[in-house]
């Protein structure tokens, strides 16, 4: 069974301009959420979905955004970047949002510049 | 006051030898659970064990064993027979279920970076 895959594992951006990151989660699972990781800061949750709703969100400005299709994939999008967002972003998925693990894949490493 | 506390940032252990990685929680909800993952340095999270609030006996998986009190608000993590490879960042975890099912969210500790010497 295939893992969770992010796409792209690396990106470069500039301050001001916008990024989407994607993610596709393990096959049958329906909960989808993303973390933001910082030296400083640690692990921070984002959101999460279940079933193409957001269930619960972070604290986290309004740049950050989220959705879910209907196959489960999930995109995050930050606009207006800034060099505070430098970060790896982890998705996660699970079978349901209850008691199941999360399920990680390897990130995406943005740095904004 | 934080939700998770890993006290050791940092933990040397000779290879083969047994660790054991610290994790405090707060939490006032009564159905919660706990989690730990491993990270190396590629970044990926690797999950390696769950204890549910309510399981009454401690979790195992393989190598792993979770030392859970309760009472004390601890979950900590067991490591037998260190590798080498067992060499990475270790993070405790903890998800709330509040009334009415709607806060799902993982809190992370700050992290231990295990060392495995050979």
């Known amino acids: 069974k295939a893992g969770v895959t992010q796409t792209p594992r690396y990106l470069i951006k500039t301050r001001g301009q916008q990024v989407t990151l994607s993610c596709s989660p393990i096959?049958?699972?329906?909960?989808v959420s993303w973390y933001q990781q910082t030296p400083g800061q640690g692990l921070q949750f984002l959101f999460e979905?279940?079933?193409?709703?957001?269930?619960n969100k972070g604290n986290f400005p309004g740049r950050f955004s989220g959705r879910q299709f209907s196959n489960s994939r999930s995109e995050m999008n930050v606009s207006t970047l800034e060099l505070g967002d430098s970060a790896l972003y982890l998705c996660?998925?699970?079978?349901?949002?209850?008691?199941?693990?999360?399920?990680f894949g390897n990130g995406t490493r943005l740095t904004v510049t | 006051a934080q939700k998770i506390t890993q006290t050791q940032p940092g933990m040397f252990v000779q290879e083969k030898e047994a660790v054991t990685l610290d994790c405090t929680y707060d939490?006032?909800?009564?159905?919660?659970?706990l989690f730990w993952y491993k990270q190396p340095s590629s970044g990926e999270m690797i999950f390696l064990i769950y204890?549910?609030?309510?399981?009454?006996q401690n979790a195992t998986e393989g190598r792993y064993s979770l030392n859970f009190q309760k009472a004390r608000k601890s979950a900590n993590l067991v490591i037998s027979a260190s590798q080498l490879g067992d060499s990475a960042m270790y993070f405790c975890?903890?998800?709330?279920?509040?009334?009415?099912?709607?806060?799902?969210?993982?809190?992370f500790g700050k992290g231990t970076l295990l060392t495995v010497n050979p």
């Open positions: 996660a998925s699970s079978f349901s949002p209850y008691n199941s693990p999360l399920h």
């Open positions: 975890a903890m998800r709330e279920v509040h009334s009415g099912g709607s806060n799902y969210k993982l809190t």
């Open positions: 939490t006032s909800d009564q159905s919660y659970g």
């Open positions: 204890q549910g609030s309510y399981d009454e």
């Open positions: 096959s049958g699972h329906r909960s």
């Open positions: 979905y279940f079933s193409e709703t957001q269930r």
